[in-house]
């Protein structure tokens, strides 16, 4: 992740999509690692555990807020709806696609179906389409 957001030369767009491409093409090669992150009720009682999943969270929410703002700042995103609200969106977006993924056994493209809905919430708060 370090690498993709150190990349001064893409907009807030361009590393969004390079952030996502790189956890959901981790995802296709690792999908035990979907199953650890998804499954937080099972670590409920396990503090260590639901910790870790906990930071991991924190740590790719972080990161996309950071995005937004930067997008918000330099006017390539919309400030009609909150950095907060907009990382809620894009991070709902994508983990929802990830689970439709993981429930059908690995079926479906998760790369392309992923993109997808990153391009469609891309569009949505985009100022200059």
Avoid: C, Y
Wanted: proline content about 2%; overall charge positive; glycine content about 6%.
């Amino acid at each position: 992740m370090d690498v993709i957001l150190s990349n001064k030369a893409h907009n807030p767009s361009e590393l969004l999509k390079d952030l996502f491409d790189s956890q959901l093409k981790t995802f296709v090669q690792k999908p035990s690692v979907v199953s650890v992150i998804f499954s937080e009720s099972i670590f409920q009682f396990n503090k260590e555990l639901s910790s870790t999943v906990s930071s991991m969270m924190e740590l790719m929410q972080n990161h996309i807020e950071s995005i937004v703002k930067k997008g918000q700042a330099n006017g390539s995103f919309s400030k009609i709806v909150g950095v907060s609200t907009t990382t809620t969106i894009i991070m709902g977006g994508m983990r929802i696609t990830v689970l439709k993924w993981k429930l059908s056994g690995h079926k479906s493209d998760l790369i392309k179906d992923g993109n997808k809905v990153l391009n469609g919430i891309l569009k949505m708060v985009e100022t200059n389409h």
